[in-house]
Nanobody, 115 residues
Framework: VQLVESGGGLVQPGGSLRLSCAAS????????MSWYRQAPGKERELVAV????????YYADSKKGRFTISRDNAKNTVYLEMNSLKPEDTAVYYC?????????WGQGTQITVSS
């Protein structure tokens, strides 16, 4: 099983980034997919969730309106579009796959929001 995040980097406040998470080794279309993040010295927190079919999404309150989660089951990939980025969005962002009897994590990708 692999979850490989990409798209991280350094961005100025107010900027945008799009993260991707490419999945392999499990039945992607059956997994609810999530993005989490962990800032230095803080616990990992949920950012957004998308259901296996893509019909339902959930966002943590502070991300509503700025972040958009989506998925392409044909490409086994989940995305996180982030707009109006703030310094407090600086963190390592992790992809998570949740199935009925399994749960998988990616290695994370660093996002740094700074001028």
């Amino acid at each position: 099983v692999q979850l490989v995040e990409s798209g991280g980097g350094l961005v100025q406040p107010g900027g945008s980034l799009r993260l991707s998470c490419a999945a392999s080794g499990f039945t992607f279309r059956r997994a609810d997919m999530s993005w989490y993040r962990q800032a230095p010295g803080k616990e990992r927190e949920l950012v957004a969730v998308i259901s296996s079919g893509g019909g339902s999404t959930y966002y943590a309150d502070s991300k509503k309106g700025r972040f958009t989660i989506s998925r392409d089951n044909a490409k086994n990939t989940v995305y996180l579009e982030m707009n109006s980025l703030k310094p407090e969005d600086t963190a390592v962002y992790y992809c998570n796959a949740n199935l009925p009897h399994s749960n998988y994590w990616g290695q994370g990708t660093q996002i740094t929001v700074s001028s």
